[in-house]
Antibody
Framework: EVQLVQSGAEVKKPGESLKISCKGSGYSFTSYWIGWVRQMPGKGLEWMGIIYPGDSDTRYSPSFQGQVTISADKSISTAYLQWSSLKASDTAMYYC????????????WGQGTLVTVSS | QSALTQPPSASGSPGQSVTISCTGTSSDVGGYNYVSWYQQHPGKAPKLMIYEVSKRPSGVPDRFSGSKSGNTASLTVSGLQAEDEADYYCSSYAGSNNFVFGTGTKVTVL
């Protein structure tokens, strides 16, 4: 069974750094692109970017380029989303999502990680 | 790349049909047959309902159908049921392994 299990909710202050994780299981982690999707409170889905764990090829939405870093450790089947300096506007639910390359669609989603940034 | 445009809301009575549009550009919706639709219930992760414009994953009822004409894709839910009340998002491939979501549509079953 394919599963994406994300790390727990975080409460941070503006300016702090953060790295959240997404562990894949039940499939070949290095053979699928895995990405991140933001959903701000009461708002829609926003595609942030993806990484191919097999060779660490990474693509970012222009809206998120330079704002976050996506990485992966294939030895432990885990993808990461990282901020160096959080802002209040980063408060959102973040989903990791496995991309099915041939179908260009997201076939599995993590349960979401709620990030709250507040002073 | 800008978000694809969807109507904020749509509604129908049980048994009726509702159609949601998703308008993009020739760089995304119009340029590729890779439009997907996702259903999201409150507090839950999204679920894939349609991929490659009109294909249904295993387990998705055939009440859900998709189509595309030019830069606009559409999702039709026929025979509306109470459990279809949710937010629906389209998504399109935009080239170079980039993707874009739609603005989302809240479907209400009256």
């Amino acid at each position: 069974e394919v599963q994406l299990v994300q790390s727990g909710a975080e409460v941070k202050k503006p300016g702090e750094s953060l790295k959240i994780s997404c562990k894949g299981s039940g499939y070949s982690f290095t053979s699928y692109w895995i990405g991140w999707v933001r959903q701000m409170p009461g708002k829609g889905l926003e595609w942030m970017g993806i990484i191919y764990p097999g060779d660490s090829d990474t693509r970012y939405s222009p809206s998120f380029q330079g704002q976050v870093t996506i990485s992966a450790d294939k030895s432990i089947s885990t993808a990461y989303l990282q901020w160096s300096s959080l802002k209040a506007s980063d408060t959102a639910m973040y989903y990791c999502a496995r991309h099915e390359e041939a179908r260009r669609s997201i076939d599995y989603w993590g349960q979401g990680t709620l990030v709250t940034v507040s002073s | 790349q800008s978000a694809l445009t969807q109507p904020p809301s749509a509604s129908g009575s049980p048994g009726q049909s509702v159609t949601i549009s998703c308008t993009g550009t020739s760089s995304d919706v119009g340029g590729y047959n890779y439009v997907s639709w996702y259903q999201q219930h409150p507090g839950k992760a999204p679920k894939l309902m349609i991929y490659e414009v009109s294909k249904r994953p295993s387990g998705v009822p055939d009440r859900f159908s998709g189509s595309k004409s030019g830069n606009t894709a559409s999702l039709t839910v026929s025979g509306l049921q109470a459990e279809d009340e949710a937010d629906y998002y389209c998504s399109s491939y935009a080239g170079s392994n980039n993707f874009v979501f739609g603005t989302g549509t809240k479907v209400t079953v009256l």
